[in-house]
């Protein structure tokens, strides 16, 4: 993923993300869809063939919740999750 914000890192730009991502989609008692998202975005660079990452400078993402996030985070996973379901009809699952 590119970055809108690039780091510069030991006077080097990390112009990517290396995403670490983990959803957890479940239901609520009364039928709605909910979920939780761990999420890590690691400055990643390309340079001559080889990919320096900076862990240390990694930007979590934790939500418990749906609703509990801003407009953006909701309509992002809802993509995701709009995707997902996609998948899983095209794979008849």
Not at 26 to 39: E, Q
Request: charged fraction near 20%; avoid cysteine; proline fraction near 5%.
């Amino acid at each position: 993923m590119t970055s809108t914000n690039p780091k510069i890192i030991d006077g080097k730009t990390y112009d990517l993300f290396s995403i670490n991502l983990a959803i957890t989609g479940k239901y609520k008692t009364d039928g709605t869809p909910d979920a939780s998202v761990a999420m890590r975005l690691i400055p990643t660079r390309v340079e001559d063939g080889n990919v320096e990452t900076q862990e240390n400078y990694a930007v979590p993402i934790y939500l418990g919740n749906i609703k509990t996030s801003d407009p953006e985070t909701q309509q992002a996973i809802t993509a995701v999750m709009a995707a997902l379901q996609a998948f899983i009809s095209d794979k008849e699952l």
